[in-house]
């Protein structure tokens, strides 16, 4: 994990580890994101602006009060980046207004909007995000389950991939 470091949304603290291979985070309040840093693989985040982040994901649903999972990249600084997110997916949370939607949000200034959403979605116990930024076509994502596959585009936004990772919202369970 020499490459990648906490960076946290939030005050609250993170327990990132890895455990047979696979990244947990299990603090229970963390609201933050393990973030790659490319410069140290030579690369220049600044001007990358085609790429693909792909990640395996258990999110641990169920009754286990977890809030959210997903990929924030364009990362500039706390006010400014995007993320890919599959929120209040805890079956605590069913009469949330965003029990199990999966959105593509973009954080400008501080102030942050949906870009684009699927509401209600059902995932397994275990998933496929693939997010695809292209300077020519936007943001493609791909979720691919075991049973469907769920597409998120923003065919006009097309950031550099600066700060990326895997975020972690207030996960009570552990992801």
């Known amino acids: 994990m020499d490459a990648w470091e906490n960076n946290k949304l939030s005050n609250n603290s993170c327990d990132w ?8 985070e299990q603090s229970g309040s963390c609201n933050a994101f393990l973030q790659h840093d490319l410069s140290k ?41 995007y993320l890919v997110k599959w929120d209040d997916y ?33 995932l397994p116990n275990t998933f496929n995000l693939t997010l695809i930024v292209s300077s020519t076509d936007g943001i493609k994502i791909v979720i691919d389950c075991d049973t469907d ?18 975020l972690s919202d207030n996960n009570d369970g552990g992801i």
């Open 90 to 122: 805890s079956s605590n949370y069913n009469e949330d207004p965003t029990h199990k939607d999966f959105s593509l949000i973009k954080v400008h200034n501080g102030s942050s909007s949906i870009i684009t959403k699927h509401d209600d979605v059902t």
């Open 41 to 81: 693989d030579g690369i220049n985040p600044n001007t990358s602006t085609d790429y693909v982040i792909s990640v395996d994901i258990n999110p641990n649903a169920g009754t286990t009060m977890n809030n959210a999972v997903g990929i924030v990249f364009g990362y500039q600084d706390d006010n400014n980046y």
């Open 17 to 24: 580890s890895v455990v047979n291979g696979q990244l947990k």
């Open 149 to 166: 596959t769920f597409m998120l585009s923003a065919p006009d936004e097309k950031p550099a991939i600066q700060g990326f990772g895997l």
